[in-house]
C-alpha cells in the first residue's frame, strides 16, 4: 500500500503540476523557508460591525476543530448532515467566524471586532469533503457543498479552511485541478499530512523525514507556499521530537509553523505565554465528551473565555 500511495502521488504531481503556479527547475524541491511564520490566503476585508459584547480578550482560547468524514455512520470521524451544518449556523450565531490555520498561526486574522475565531480543518482529504458532479460542478451534498450554501444566505462565515491533505486528493483525478483552483479562490489553504499516514512513533527518523519531507514537496508542486503546518496521522509525534523543528530533505530545510494534535481541547493562543506551536490541541467535532458540541456547551455557559478580537 507504501509503493502504491507513493507512484499515486507522483500521478497526481504530474496532473496538477500547471495549477501550481510554480515554474523552473526548483518546483520539485522543498524551498528555504525564513523564520517560521505564515501569512494565509485570506485578503483582510473593509472594516465590519462590532459582533458580540464580549471583551477584547487577545490571550483567550482559540476553537481548532477537526473533520473527517460526512456520514450518518456511528464513528467519531463521521459528522451528519444535519450535524456539520448545526456547527456552523450554531457558531456563526455565537460568534464565531472561520480562520485558516496560517491565519491562526500569524496572528493575522480578519475577523470583525467583538468576534472569535475558529479554525477550521479537514483531514484526509476524503471524497465527502469535496466532491464534484458528472458535469463538473460541486456537489451540494458533501461538506464544501453544504458550507458553500450556508455562506451564501451567511456571508460573515465564509468559507476559509485548512485540508490536511493525502495523496488521494479528495479523489476524482479528472476534477482534482479545479477543485484545487476552487479551494485557493474561497480563501482555503492546503497543509501536510504525510504521505502514508503513518504511527509516527513507530518510524525511524529517516522514515519520518521521509513522510514529511515528501508532503512538503508534494505540496510545492500543488503550489502552496512553504513552510506550512502538519496535522499529525493518529496525534501521534515521532520519538524524535527535534524532527518537528525542521530538519534538512533533499537538500533543502523541511521547517514546520505548527503541528497539530488529534483533541482535545481549545488551544492556547499564539501570544499565551503556554502555546507551544509544535504541539496544539484540536476539538473533534463529534458528539462525544471532548467534542465540538461539548466546548460549544461549555462557552455558551461561560465556562471557556475564547480569543476575542480587539476593535
Keep these: 500500500m507504501s509503493h502504491m500511495r507513493h507512484c499515486y502521488w507522483a500521478i497526481v504531481l504530474v496532473a496538477t503540476g500547471s495549477l501550481a503556479g510554480c515554474h523552473g527547475k526548483d518546483d520539485s524541491a522543498v524551498r528555504p523557508s525564513p523564520p517560521i511564520s505564515a501569512s494565509g490566503p485570506t485578503p483582510r476585508s473593509a472594516p465590519q460591525e462590532r459582533v458580540s459584547s464580549r471583551p477584547v480578550n487577545p490571550n483567550g482560547r482559540v476553537f481548532v476543530a477537526m473533520y473527517h468524514h460526512l456520514g450518518d455512520r456511528k464513528d467519531p470521524m463521521f459528522r451528519k448532515v444535519t450535524e456539520f451544518t448545526g456547527d456552523l449556523e450554531r457558531m456563526d450565531k455565537l460568534g464565531f467566524r472561520p480562520v485558516t490555520v496560517s491565519a491562526y498561526l500569524s496572528g493575522q486574522m480578519d475577523l470583525?471586532?467583538?468576534?472569535?475565531?475558529?479554525?477550521?480543518?479537514?483531514?484526509?482529504?476524503?471524497?465527502?469533503?469535496?466532491?464534484?458532479?458528472?458535469?463538473?460542478?460541486?456537489?451540494?451534498?458533501?461538506?464544501?457543498?453544504?458550507?458553500?450554501?450556508?455562506?451564501?444566505?451567511?456571508?460573515?462565515?465564509?468559507?476559509?479552511?485548512?485540508?490536511?491533505?493525502?495523496?488521494?486528493?479528495?479523489?476524482?483525478?479528472?476534477?482534482?485541478?479545479?477543485?484545487?483552483?476552487?479551494?485557493?479562490?474561497?480563501?482555503?489553504?492546503?497543509?501536510?499530512?504525510?504521505?502514508?499516514?503513518?504511527?509516527?512513533?513507530?518510524?525511524?527518523?529517516?522514515?519520518?523525514?521521509?513522510?514529511?519531507?515528501?508532503?512538503?514537496?508534494?505540496?510545492?508542486?500543488?503550489?502552496?507556499?512553504?513552510?506550512?503546518?502538519?496535522?499529525?496521522?493518529?496525534?501521534?509525534?515521532?520519538?524524535?521530537?527535534?524532527?518537528?523543528?525542521?530538519?534538512?530533505?533533499?537538500?533543502?530545510r523541511v521547517e514546520l509553523t505548527g503541528v497539530f494534535l488529534v483533541g482535545s481541547n481549545p488551544a492556547p493562543s499564539t501570544t499565551d505565554p503556554k502555546f507551544n506551536r509544535y504541539a496544539i490541541p484540536r476539538i473533534q467535532a463529534n458528539e462525544g465528551e471532548f467534542g465540538l458540541t461539548y466546548w460549544l456547551d461549555l462557552f455558551e455557559k461561560g465556562k471557556v473565555k475564547v480569543y476575542v478580537q480587539r476593535s
Excluded at 113 to 136: E, I, K
Excluded at 213 to 235: C, I, R
Aim: aromatic share 8%; with cysteine; glycine share 8%.
Design 112 to 252: 470583525a471586532p467583538g468576534s472569535s475565531p475558529v479554525v477550521m480543518t479537514f483531514d484526509d482529504a476524503n471524497a465527502d469533503q469535496v466532491r464534484f458532479l458528472d458535469d463538473g460542478t460541486l456537489d451540494t451534498t458533501c461538506m464544501l457543498g453544504l458550507w458553500s450554501a450556508f455562506a451564501k444566505t451567511h456571508p460573515e462565515f465564509p468559507i476559509h479552511a485548512t485540508f490536511f491533505v493525502l495523496p488521494s486528493l479528495f479523489g476524482q483525478s479528472k476534477w482534482r485541478a479545479k477543485k484545487l483552483e476552487l479551494l485557493k479562490s474561497l480563501g482555503c489553504e492546503l497543509a501536510n499530512h504525510t504521505i502514508t499516514h503513518p504511527i509516527l512513533r513507530k518510524k525511524t527518523d529517516e522514515e519520518v523525514k521521509k513522510e514529511i519531507g515528501d508532503a512538503s514537496e508534494a505540496l510545492v508542486k500543488l503550489g502552496q507556499p512553504l513552510p506550512t503546518s502538519l496535522a499529525l496521522p493518529f496525534g501521534s509525534s515521532p520519538h524524535n521530537k527535534e524532527l518537528l523543528h525542521g530538519f534538512e530533505w533533499h537538500g533543502k
